[in-house]
Each structure stands twice: as C-alpha cells, then as structure tokens.
Antibody
Framework: QVQLVQSGAEMKKPGASVRVSCKAS????????LQWVRQAPGQRPECMGW????????KNSQKFQGRVAFTRDTSANTVYMELSGLTSEDTAMYYC??????????WGQGTLVTVSS | EIVLTQSPATLSLSPGERATLSCRAS??????LAWYQQKPGQAPRLLIY???NRATGIPDRFSVSGSGADFTLIITSLEPEDFATYYC?????????FGQGTKLEIK
C-alpha cells in the first residue's frame, strides 16, 4: 500500500538546524511531488513547500525563504526537509504529504520537532 | 496569501444528525478547494477535492456545495467516526493555505 514513513521526533536548541526524512513506498517515487506541511499545537496546517521528486526542483513558501531546503535521494525513495535557525515558534509536527496532483492524498505519520533551550 | 475562514469553530451534534460546515475564502478560488478530516494524534485525511470530488474510500454522506469564495461541507446522518476536526484547503494560489478548522464534537 502507499505509505510515507518519517524519521523520529527531534529536540533542538534555538539556533540549531533539523533534518527530517520521509521514505515513500507502494508507488513509483518519481511520479509524485512531495509537500512538507507543518502544524503547530492547536493550529491550522501550514504548507512549507514541495519537491519534484523526478527532477529535484523545489518551491517554498516565502515565510521560510532562506531557512528551508528540500532534497531527495531517488535511490532510497526518500525526501528530506532541513530547517535552520530554529526558534520556539518552529515547534510543531512536521508532515510530508504526497501531492496528487494538487491535493495531499497520502500523509506521513508526522515528526514532532521541539525547540527549547 | 489567500485566507480561508471556517465557521463555526465548534459544532456540537448527535450521531444521526446533519452537519453543515462553512469555509469562506478572501478571494475567489474557483473550485480549487479540498476538505480534510483530522483526528487527535493523526495526520489529516483527504475527504473531498476540487470542491466536489470524493477521495478514494470516502462515503457518500460527505458532500460539498458552493464555488467561488463560499463553500459548505455537508455530512448527512453523522456516524460516531465522523467526530473530528475538519479543515478546508485552497490550491488556487501558492502558498496553498488551510482554514483554521471546525471541531465537530458529540453533543
């Protein structure tokens, strides 16, 4: 079955960077773009950006300009999200989601990133 | 950035009743709207996309009306598993945005 499996929870100090992985299975990896969505506690989901898994092109929200990077490893069917300059406002659940083609039909289980001194 | 406003924030109903959830966009988004259901501790689940198309496996008690800037999700005859938080999401303009959610709780 189609599945996205993410890496485990992270605890980081302010100013640090975090890297979250998302491994796809059950479908042809390069057929679908993957989106990163985060959700702070009690808040609405927020789209961070996406990566075209076929050619590696990316697009991110202006809100994260200069702080976020999306990469992929096609040999491992895995995409990565790296967020730098962490503050307490980055504490959230981070999800990868498959875009089909504009909506998110499959989601990872989420990775909790906690930023605290 | 397109702002989506959902109402009400909380809706208290009993199983078997009909639920009506609203989503209003700050500008016209044609029919480029989706609805998701989220239960505590889980990722959102796609219910309906492009305003009126049900995702795979979604029962026909879920339907949507509206276009342009005003949309309504209707759940006829609520089942116990329908009590959750519902979000609308637009894909008309980047960044794609979500509404703040409507929590559907058991009365």
């Amino acid at each position: 079955q189609v599945q996205l499996v993410q890496s485990g929870a992270e605890m980081k100090k302010p100013g640090a960077s975090v890297r979250v992985s998302c491994k796809a299975s059950g479908y042809t990896f390069t057929d679908y773009t993957l989106q990163w969505v985060r959700q702070a506690p009690g808040q609405r989901p927020e789209c961070m950006g996406w990566i075209n898994t076929e050619n590696g092109s990316t697009k991110n929200s202006q809100k994260f300009q200069g702080r976020v990077a999306f990469t992929r490893d096609t040999s491992a069917n895995t995409v990565y999200m790296e967020l730098s300059g962490l503050t307490s406002e980055d504490t959230a659940m981070y999800y990868c989601a498959r875009m089909n083609p504009y909506y998110f039909d499959t989601w990872g289980q989420g990775t909790l990133v906690t930023v605290s001194s | 950035e397109i702002v989506l406003t959902q109402s009400p924030a909380t809706l208290s109903l009993s199983p078997g009743e009909r639920a009506t959830l609203s989503c209003r966009a700050s500008q016209s988004i044609s029919n480029y709207l989706a609805w998701y259901q989220q239960k505590p501790g889980q990722a959102p689940r796609l219910l309906i996309y492009d305003a009126s198309n049900r995702a795979t496996g979604i029962p026909d008690r879920f339907s949507v009306s509206g276009s342009g800037a005003d949309f309504t999700l209707i759940i006829t005859s609520l089942e116990p598993e329908d009590f959750a938080t519902y979000y609308c999401q637009q894909r008309s303009n980047w960044p794609y945005t979500f509404g703040q959610g409507t929590k559907l709780e058991i009365k």
